[in-house]
C-alpha cells in the first residue's frame, strides 16, 4: 500500500512541472479565470492618468471640431473621467434644483431630495449602458474600437452637461430650450468627429447605422434630462398656476 | 458575580478580583501584571465580562481614534492608531447623521431620506476607497472606509446644530465650517498613501462626499 501511494506521488511530481510551465505559457487573462472582471487589479491599467491629462481631455470635450480626444486617448482610455464627471453631475442637479425650489416658497420650505436615486440611476445607466450598446453594434459591423475606449469617449462627452446644468439655475425657459439645442450640438458632434477616423473605413450603409445610433442616443438623454429635470420644477409651477387659477375663479 | 477559574496558571491574582463587581481599572490591571499567555487572559476575560465593561471599552476606543482623526496633526501615533481599523464608528455616526436629518421636521419623506443618506455614506465610501486603490494607493480598504466614516463627525456636529437655528446664513457658515474640518482630516490621512501626480484624482471623490454630505446637511 505505501509503495503504492509512493509512486503515485512520484508521478504526481513528474507531472506538475508540465502543468506549471503550461501555466507560464498561457499568457496573463487565461490565468484569472473567467472572473478576472472582478477584481482591482483588472481595472488599474484603466486609472493610468494624471491631473493634466484629465483637464486636457475635458477641454478636448468643449472643442468638438478637433478630433484631438481620439488621438489622446487611444492608448490610454480612463475609466476615472466617466465615473466622477457623472458623480459631479449627480452633485450639480441635486444642488442646483434645490436652489431653485429656494426661489418659489417662502420660510419653512421642503425640499424634495427624493430624485438623488433617481437621478444617480439614470445617469449611470445611460453613461454606461449606451457606450455598451454602442460598443457592442460596432463590433458587429466590424468597427476596431475597444469596448473601453467608447465608455471613455461617452463619459467624456458627458462633460458638457456640466456648464449646461449649472446655468439651468435660470428659469427662463427659451434659454434653457437654447442651453439644450448647445448641448446636445455639441456632445453629437464631438462623439461623431472622434469616430470619423474609425468610421471613414466602412461602408456607407453601416457608417450611418453607427452615425443614427448617436444621434438618437444623444438626442433622448437631453430630452430626458431637460423633462425629467425640469419637471420638478415645474411642479411647483404647475401648483402656483393652479392655485392662482383657483382664487381668480370664485372672483368670477 | 463570580468568574470560573479555566487554568492553573496565574490564578490566585485573577480569583481575588473576579469575586468583585467587575471594574474595567481592575480587570486592565489585571492584564497588565499577567504578561506570560495574556491574549489567552484577554479572550476568556472579554467572553466573560459584563456588557458594560464591552460597551464602555468599545465606546472608550471609538473616542481615541475620533480625537486621533479629528485633531489633524500627523503623527507616528496617530497613524498607528489607525491602523486598528473598526467599523463601530463609522456605524454610529452614519445612524446619527440619517436619523437626524430624517427626524428634523422640515420635510416629508423622513424614511427615504435616512435611506439615502446611509446608503450615500456606506457606497459613497466604498467607491471613494475603491478609486484611490485603483489609483494605485496602497490603501487598506477597510481602514479608509473606516477614517472616511470617522471624519462624517463635523458634519455630524453641524446637522444638529441647524436642528436649532433657522437662520440661513448662520446655518450655512457652520456647515461650511463643518465641511472643511471634515475635508481636512480625511485629505490629510489620504494624502500620505496616493502617489504625487494621482493626488488631486483621488482627493476630489473625497472632498464631492462631503459636499454632498454637508449640502444634506444644510438643506434638510
Known sequence: ?252 | MEFEVQDNQANNSIQGVINLQPQVNQVQAQQQEIPIKQTDLQVSSTLEESVAVTLLRDLRQIGVKLRCVLVPTMSSNNAKELRNWDLWGPLVFCLMLALTLSMSGNNDDGPGIFATIFVLIWVGSFVVTLNAQLLGGKVSFFQSVCVLGYCVFPINLGALFTLFFSFFYLKMFLVIGCFLWSTYSAVGFMKLLIPEQKRILALYPVILFYLFLSWFALIV
Open chain 1, 1 to 252: 500500500m505505501e509503495i503504492g501511494v509512493q509512486k503515485q506521488t512520484q508521478e504526481e511530481k513528474q507531472v506538475q512541472p508540465e502543468q506549471f510551465n503550461k501555466l507560464d505559457d498561457s499568457g496573463d487573462k487565461k490565468s484569472t479565470g473567467y472572473c478576472g472582471f472582478l477584481t482591482v487589479e483588472y481595472y488599474t491599467p484603466y486609472f493610468n492618468v494624471t491631473e493634466t491629462d484629465v483637464i486636457q481631455r475635458i477641454q478636448a470635450t468643449f472643442l468638438p471640431f478637433r478630433p484631438d480626444f481620439l488621438n489622446i486617448t487611444k492608448d490610454n482610455p480612463d475609466l476615472w473621467g466617466p465615473i466622477w464627471i457623472n458623480a459631479t453631475l449627480i452633485f450639480l442637479i441635486t444642488a442646483i434644483a434645490n436652489l431653485r425650489q429656494i426661489d418659489q416658497e417662502k420660510e419653512n420650505q421642503q425640499f424634495d431630495v427624493g430624485y438623488v436615486p433617481q437621478a444617480t440611476a439614470l445617469l449611470y445607466i445611460i453613461a454606461f449602458g449606451t457606450p455598451a450598446i454602442l460598443a457592442i453594434v460596432m463590433k458587429i459591423l466590424g468597427v476596431d474600437l475597444s469596448f473601453f475606449q467608447t465608455i471613455c469617449l461617452y463619459g467624456y462627452s458627458m462633460s458638457t452637461l456640466l456648464p449646461i446644468t449649472i446655468l439651468c439655475y435660470f428659469q427662463n425657459e427659451l434659454f434653457l430650450w437654447l442651453i439644450i439645442v448647445y448641448g446636445v450640438g455639441n456632445s453629437i458632434l464631438f462623439l461623431i468627429f472622434n469616430l470619423k477616423e474609425e468610421l471613414d473605413k466602412l461602408q456607407i450603409q453601416k457608417k450611418y447605422i453607427i452615425i443614427g445610433i448617436v444621434v438618437i442616443m444623444q438626442l433622448s438623454l437631453y430630452l430626458f434630462y431637460k423633462l425629467v429635470f425640469f419637471s420638478y420644477v415645474s411642479e411647483g409651477k404647475v401648483e402656483a398656476k393652479v392655485a392662482s387659477s383657483d382664487s381668480k375663479i370664485p372672483g368670477n
